[in-house]
C-alpha cells in the first residue's frame, strides 16, 4: 500500500511499497525512528522509538498509525505530545490474536506545519501447532527492521516456559519457524513459547506468547551396532553399539530372535554404555547362531525401531580320521559396518594361543596334516573392508585321537623253516584295536622295503607267517611288522629281524669252510650260534660246534669214504641270551648250505693175481656208479678186459684163461657226484 499525505510547505514524497518516510524540504526536524514493537503477556504491545531533534522548538506531537494488515488501511491510534516520550504501549491490540503493524508521524510549527513519517514496524505473533508427533511446530511473523539497525537481518531467540513461570532459551534461528522436538516430558504438560530477538540498535523485541499441551512421544535414534561376538571361553555373545545420538537416551533394548518370536531379553541403563556380555540361554552360542537386535529407550519409556539384524557367528568343526583333517564351516556375518573383507581363521593347541592359519571369503576351511593326540579349537573371525570392525565366532574343538596304537608290536624272531620259506613270529599288544599287520621285506637294512602281504588282526598275541616267496640260499634279508589302523595309517612298527644268511665252500683237501652272517635284532641279543651238518640228507643230532657272538666261520675236514655220497650242508641256529623285555628265548635257523665234494679215484700201478693183492681195483670217492666203466688192453691194443661195477676188480684173466705177465693199459671212465665226468688212462703191471 502506498500512503500520500500533502502538507502546507514544499516537500519531497518518496514511495517505498507498503512503508513511506516524508523528508521537509527546508527544515531540520526529523519523524522518530521506530526501533521495536514487542508483544507483552497480555497481548498489549509496547512501542519503543528514538526521540528526534527539535532545533526550531516547534514540536507539536507524535501521531501513531496502526493497522491489522501490513497494507493497511492505517489509522490514527494515538498520539504522544511530549517529544521526549520513546514509548507507547497499545494496551488493546490483543497482539496474540494478530499482528499489528505501526508507523509514527511527528509534527512541528517550524517554518509553518511540517510532518515526517518513521519507517513502519510490526509486532511478532506467534504460531504454535501440536501435530502430535512429540515435537511442536512454531512459525511468526517477521518485523520490519529500522533504519538505524541498518537493515541487517537479527537471529531470532526461541524461549520455552517449562515448568510453570520459568522460560529458557531452547535455540535461535535465522529462519520464522522452527521445530521443538519434546524430550525428557513425559505427560501432557502446557508449554508456551516466545521468541525474541535483538538488533544492533540494542532493540530487544518480543513475541506474542503461545503454546499447547506436549509430551515426548519421539523414540530416540535407531542404535547403530559396532558387532556382535561371541566369546571363545564362555560361547555366549557379547554386543557392542555405539553411543546413541538421542541426548535423551536412558537405556538400550537388547532383543533375541527366540522360538520365531522377537523377545526383549535385556535393558542396559545409561546412554553411555555400549557393551553387554550376556551370561543367560538367549545369548549362549556355543551351539547354534543367535541373531539381535537393539533399540534405544529415552526417559519417557518411547523405545526406538531396531531394524537391522545382527547374527553371531556359528562354528562347526569336523574331524576326518582318514584324511586327518577338520573342515571348518561357518554362517555369514550379516550387517557388518563396511561389508566382510574377509574371515580369518585362527587355531590353538592343546589350549596354546590361537594362531592365524589361513583366512577366505567364503564360509568353508579345510586344516590338514592334524597331529595325533592333539586338541585343535578353533575360532573364525569376520574383519570388515577397513579392517577395524571384527566379529569373533565361537570355538568349535576336535581332538585327533587316532586309532590308540598298540603299546608294543615285536618281532620275536625270523627263521627259515624250509628251503626258502621263512617263517615269523610276532609278538602284538591285543588291548587295543588295530585293523591288520603289514609285512614288508627287502635286502637292504636302509631299503626300500617291500610289502609282502596284509595280515587281520589276531585276538592271540603270538602271530605267525610263512614267506614262500624267499631265496634264502641266495638273498640276505630283512623283515619288520607294521599295525595299521581302518585308515590305512600305521600305528607302530616292530623291530627289524635279519636272517641268517649261510655259505659253504668246498676246499681241494676235503675240507669245507662254511661262514655265516649275524642275527639281528633280539632285544636279548644272541647268546650263541650252533653248527649243524648233514652229510647225504642225514643231519647230525649235535653240533659240529657252538660259537659264541663275533665267530662267523667254521672249517669242517672230512674223512674220505668211499659210501661217502658227497652231498654235505650245513645250517646255523643262533639262540637268544638273557635281557628279553617280553622273557623270551627266541631262536632262528638259517637256510642249509651243501656242497658237492669233488670225485676221487685211487689206481693201483700193479697187482699179483696169485699173490697179495690178487685183484686191480681202483677206489673212487663221490662218484656215481651208474657211469663206471673200466677196460684192459694188452699191448697189442686188443681189449682182455670190460667191466661196469665198481667194485669188482680184475683177476688178470680173459676168456677164463690166465694173461701173461707184462704190461696193460686200462681207461676208466667216471661221473662225480657234482655232474662232472672224466676218464682216467694209464698202465698197470700183472705179475706172476
Keep these: 500500500m502506498v500512503i500520500t499525505r500533502i502538507y502546507k510547505l514544499p516537500f519531497i514524497i518518496i514511495l517505498l511499497g507498503g512503508f513511506f518516510s516524508v523528508h521537509v524540504a527546508s527544515g531540520q526536524s526529523k519523524a522518530p525512528l521506530l526501533e521495536c514493537v514487542s508483544v507483552n503477556p497480555g497481548g498489549s504491545t509496547v512501542l519503543n522509538w528514538d526521540t528526534p531533534l527539535d532545533p526550531c522548538n516547534s514540536f507539536h506531537g507524535y501521531y501513531i498509525y496502526a493497522s491489522k494488515s501490513k497494507g493497511g488501511p492505517y489509522t490514527l491510534l494515538d498520539s504522544v505530545l511530549v517529544l521526549a516520550q520513546s514509548t507507547y504501549t497499545h494496551l488493546t491490540a490483543n497482539a496474540s490474536i494478530n499482528p499489528w503493524y505501526y ?14 513519517a518513521a519507517d513502519t514496524l510490526a509486532s511478532m505473533k506467534l504460531d504454535v ?11 511468526w511473523n517477521r518485523p520490519y527492521t529500522s533504519i538505524k539497525s541498518g537493515g541487517a537481518l537479527p537471529y531470532y531467540l526461541i524461549y520455552r516456559e517449562y515448568p510453570t513461570g520459568i522460560w529458557t532459551l531452547i535455540d535461535s534461528t535465522q529462519a520464522n519457524f522452527y521445530k521443538d522436538t519434546i524430550v525428557s516430558i513425559c505427560s501432557n504438560t502446557q508449554l508456551n513459547y516466545q521468541i525474541k530477538n535483538r538488533d544492533t540498535s540494542g ?7 503461545f503454546g499447547g499441551i506436549f509430551k515426548d512421544v519421539t ?3 535407531i542404535p547403530i551396532v559396532d558387532t556382535v561376538s561371541v566369546n571363545p571361553l564362555s ?11 538421542s541426548s535423551d537416551t536412558k537405556a538400550y533394548v537388547i532383543y ?9 531379553t535385556d535393558t542396559i541403563s545409561g546412554r553411555y554404555n555400549t557393551y553387554y556380555s550376556g551370561s543367560t540361554p538367549p545369548y549362549l552360542a556355543a551351539a547354534g547362531s543367535k541373531i539381535f537386535k537393539v533399540a534405544a529407550m529415552d526417559s519417557c519409556g518411547n523405545i526406538s525401531p531396531a531394524i537391522l539384524l545382527y547374527n553371531t557367528l556359528f562354528l562347526n568343526s569336523n574331524f576326518d580320521v582318514c584324511s586327518r583333517s577338520a573342515k571348518l564351516t561357518w554362517n555369514n556375518y550379516k550387517n557388518l559396518a563396511g561389508g566382510i573383507s574377509t574371515y580369518v581363521v585362527y587355531c590353538s593347541e592343546n589350549g596354546g594361543p590361537f594362531k592365524a592359519i589361513g583366512n577366505t571369503n567364503g564360509n568353508t576351511f579345510l586344516h590338514t596334516g592334524l597331529k595325533t593326540g592333539v586338541v585343535y579349537c578353533y575360532i573364525v573371525r569376520a574383519w570388515n573392508n577397513g579392517l577395524n570392525k571384527t566379529s569373533t565366532s565361537n570355538a568349535s574343538c576336535i581332538f585327533n585321537s587316532g586309532m590308540p596304537p598298540p603299546s608294543f608290536l615285536y618281532l620275536k624272531t625270523a627263521s627259515v623253516v624250509a628251503h626258502n620259506e621263512v617263517q615269523l613270529e610276532i609278538f602284538t599288544d591285543t588291548s587295543v584295536y588295530v585293523s591288520g599287520y603289514r609285512i614288508r621285506r627287502s635286502d637292504n637294512p636302509a631299503g626300500p622295503f617291500t610289502e609282502l602281504a596284509e595280515i587281520p588282526a589276531s585276538k592271540t598275541p603270538l602271530i605267525e607267517f610263512t614267506d614262500k616267496t624267499a631265496i634264502t640260499n641266495k638273498t640276505e634279508y630283512y623283515y619288520y611288522v607294521s599295525a595299521y589302523d581302518n585308515c590305512g595309517y600305521n600305528l607302530i612298527t616292530s623291530n627289524t629281524g635279519h636272517l641268517i644268511k649261510i655259505k659253504a665252500q668246498a676246499n681241494s683237501d676235503f675240507s669245507n669252510h662254511v661262514q655265516w652272517s649275524e642275527y639281528e635284532k633280539w632285544s636279548g641279543k644272541v647268546l650263541t650260534y650252533s653248527i649243524y651238518r648233514s652229510i647225504d640228507g642225514v ?5 659240529l660246534g657252538i660259537f659264541p657272538p663275533g665267530t662267523y666261520s667254521y672249517i669242517d675236514t672230512l674223512k674220505t669214504d668211499a659210501e661217502n655220497q658227497g652231498m654235505v650242508c650245513y645250517r646255523v641256529l643262533a639262540e637268544e641270551g638273557a635281557g628279553n623285555i617280553y622273557q623270551f628265548h627266541a631262536q632262528s635257523y638259517s637256510d642249509s648250505s651243501c656242497v658237492l665234494l669233488s670225485p676221487s679215484i685211487y689206481i693201483p700201478n700193479a697187482f699179483t693175481p696169485l699173490g697179495r693183492n690178487p685183484l686191480f681195483t681202483p677206489i673212487s670217492s663221490f662218484t656215481d656208479e651208474r657211469y663206471y666203466q673200466m677196460s684192459i688192453y694188452n699191448t697189442w691194443g686188443e681189449l682182455v678186459y670190460q667191466s661196469t661195477l665198481p667194485s669188482e676188480g680184475w683177476d688178470g684173466t680173459s676168456a677164463g684163461k690166465h694173461c701173461p705177465q707184462g704190461i696193460y693199459a686200462y681207461i676208466i671212465q667216471i661221473r662225480g657226484l657234482n655232474g662232472v665226468s672224466f676218464e682216467k688212462k694209464g698202465m698197470v703191471s700183472l705179475i706172476r
Design 103 to 116: 508507523y509514527i508521524i511527528s509534527k512541528y510549527d517550524c517554518f509553518g506545519n511540517a510532518f515526517a
Design 539 to 543: 643231519w647230525d643230532l649235535k653240533p
Design 203 to 209: 532493540c530487544v523485541r518480543a513475541s506474542s506468547i
Design 235 to 245: 560361547g555366549y555373545a557379547g554386543i557392542g553399539w555405539n553411543i546413541n545420538p
Design 256 to 264: 533375541s530372535f527366540m522360538n520365531g518370536i522377537w523377545t526383549p
Design 129 to 139: 501447532i501440536n501435530n502430535n508427533s512429540g515435537a511442536a511446530q512454531i512459525s
Design 219 to 221: 523414540p530416540p535414534a
